[in-house]
């Protein structure tokens, strides 16, 4: 827990610090006792200010410090442009610094809903081999890393996130197939 000290709690501590002495009274009203008094509230502001630095430094609670966070992080993202919504741009921030990119499908489905609020479906294609049902496409060994991503709604900048960040080896089709339309 962090501590709070008031400007009274400073103005003791510098009172309880001066040598003892006739001359360093400490009577309230006394001019060393105003003194105390003043330089205390300048204390306990830095201190206020200070306590509320920590709060807003770390990348999951900064409020004034979010944009040096995204400038390091390399945000806002290209592909989806600047977001307004703090909460939004802290999630971002901080999944940037502690999450890793997978390469299962199961992580790209996640990450469309969890941040893009949109349902996708990812088919994942394999090449022809005997024993493969008839009625799925031919394909070459070039379909072993090819996945389509489909979805209801608009895919929009996802076709541009998830051609970044995808495995380098995966071809990605974004959409339905002319004959499914």
Known sequence: MIPHYTSQDFRNALLNLLPMGPIWSREKGGMIWIWAGIIGES????S????????????????ELITEWENTV???????GPVEDIAIRQLLVVDRLVSSIESSTEFYI??????????????QYAPF??????????GYEEW????RIRSNQDLGFLHCIFSRIAPAH??????????EV
Not at 43 to 46: G, H, L, S, W
Not at 110 to 123: P, S, T
Not at 170 to 179: N, R, Y
């Open 144 to 147: 072993s890393h090819t996945w």
């Open 43 to 46: 204390y306990a502001r830095n």
């Open 48 to 63: 206020e200010r200070a306590i509320e630095l920590l709060k807003v430094a770390f990348p999951a609670t900064a409020t």
């Open 129 to 138: 081999r005997f024993g493969t049902r008839f009625g799925r496409p031919f």
């Open 170 to 179: 995966t071809w990605i089709l974004f959409g339905p197939f002319a004959d």
């Open 74 to 80: 390399g945000l806002p993202d290209p592909c989806v």
């Open 110 to 123: 996640e990450y469309a809903k969890k941040y893009f609020n949109i349902d996708v479906v990812i088919d």
